[in-house]
């Protein structure tokens, strides 16, 4: 059997925790640069705001109802997914890290421990409350894909008290019976759309389709998506994660910016953040991608009248794989050189390393050596005195020790976990 753990609102969760008189009342958590909704409380879900929602569109909700508006914060809420997953490793040995806020677990070896599947499920969820005070969800079944039918259900439907079991052929037939083919996890939009004109509209449907017509349609992924709704388990449990494919970042500027200079200087930081997870996966990166936006939103001073818009982005092949810092801003700088324009004031400056090999891949070229061993040293060197002195403590020459482009967060709030001066003061 296996169980997912889904907490509630998580980021709007997260600022409750530690103002726990916001408990009832609606919450908000926005976007970098405060400009969309990303996170709501069931309150604010109730007072019809949606997720993506621009928050300038949300103003009047918020003066009318009291909204608690939160700008994300991002250290915090790693800091207490990490203690959500080390307290899941106490129910059970093999822990598989889905999301920041989602894990499944395996729960085989625990039948003897605990009577019965919902015991488990209320035991956990009550813990989790207790000691982190963090909502959750619990849904337990034979495969991963009915645990997150029953989490959904646990979720949404009051009757079952954040844990739903669903350990019999009978209570897997009922909550399949009436489930939206769009909520069920591996469905995309183009699939469910399909799936609906053959009349096909809820997973009691699809788990009885013929499985050569559903291969047809879906290929090998529909099939293992109808064979786990039988309760055949084909999605395995991944306790160690695959490397990412990508790592890309495209953080918005504080106010919008017209020179190649200060652009520049945000391209370095930006590099050297996904460069330092580079590092951390042990991988090497072959291609770069640089990318460079206005804002779309923006009107004239005085008309009102949309301004004139610009995007571009290019891609970059190194000569070899690398993971130096160094060598891969030279790149980067001659990709942004070439997609800049002068005469726009620009939003945004995203970066993205593509072609990732494991970090002992060499291979020689006719006319390249392979990456510079001492820059990658080097590179490491660096992550190593950042990680314990703080982050740029040692930083590339080009970047601005106090920059004026990065964004500033209206209303963040602060790491109450991971930093002295945001610590709790008991009166």
Not at 40 to 65: C, P, W, Y
Request: charged share 25%.
């Amino acid at each position: 059997m296996y169980a997912l753990i889904d907490a509630n609102s998580f980021y709007a969760s997260c600022h409750q925790i530690f103002r726990p008189e916001l408990e009832g009342k609606p919450v908000i958590v926005l976007s970098n640069r405060d400009g969309n909704v990303v996170a709501r409380s069931a309150e604010a879900k109730a007072l019809g705001i949606k997720m993506g929602q621009l928050f300038f569109e949300t103003r009047e909700l918020v003066d009318e109802h009291g909204v608690v508006v939160f700008s994300s914060n991002y250290e915090l809420y790693g800091d207490i997914s990490a203690r959500l997953m080390s307290l899941l490793t106490q129910f059970a040995p093999d822990v598989e890290v889905y999301s920041i806020d989602e894990a499944f677990l395996q729960l085989e070896e625990y039948t003897g421990i605990y009577p019965t599947y919902r015991g488990l499920g209320e035991t956990i969820r009550a813990s989790i409350k207790q000691w982190l005070r963090l909502p959750v969800g619990v849904g337990i079944g034979p495969t991963k894909t009915l645990a997150k039918v029953a989490n959904r259900l646990a979720k949404t439907k009051p009757e079952f008290n954040g844990v739903c079991v669903l350990d019999t052929k009978e209570a897997i037939d009922e909550a399949l019976w009436g489930f939206p083919i769009d909520d069920l996890w591996g469905v995309g939009g183009r699939s469910a759309s399909k799936l609906k004109k053959q009349g096909i509209r809820t997973a009691y449907q699809l788990r009885e389709v013929n499985d050569d017509w559903i291969g047809r349609v879906m290929t090998v992924n529909g099939l293992r998506l109808v064979h786990e709704l039988r309760g055949l388990p084909c999605k395995l449990l991944e306790v160690n994660p695959p490397a990412r494919k990508a790592i890309c970042t495209e953080p918005g500027f504080g106010k919008v910016i017209p020179d190649l200079d200060n652009i520049t200087d945000a391209l370095t930081s930006h590099l050297s953040r996904i460069c330092e997870k580079l590092r951390k996966q042990e991988s090497l990166c072959g291609a770069v991608t640089v990318w460079l936006r206005t804002n779309p939103h923006r009107r004239t001073p005085g008309n009102y009248m949309p301004v004139k818009q610009y995007s571009n982005s290019v891609t970059v092949r190194l000569p070899h794989p690398t993971s130096s810092t160094l060598e891969i801003i030279k790149y980067a700088e001659s990709g942004l050189k070439a997609i800049f324009k002068f005469g726009y004031n620009y939003q945004r400056v995203g970066i993205m390393l593509t072609d990732l090999v494991p970090a002992d891949y060499r291979q020689v070229g006719v006319f390249t050596k392979g990456p510079d061993e001492r820059l990658i040293r080097l590179s490491a060197v660096v992550d190593k005195v950042n990680k314990r002195y703080g982050q740029d403590k040692l930083r590339m020459a080009s970047q601005i020790s106090n920059p004026e482009w990065p964004m500033k967060p209206s209303y963040l709030s602060p790491r109450y976990t991971t930093r002295w001066v945001d610590i709790l003061t008991v009166k």
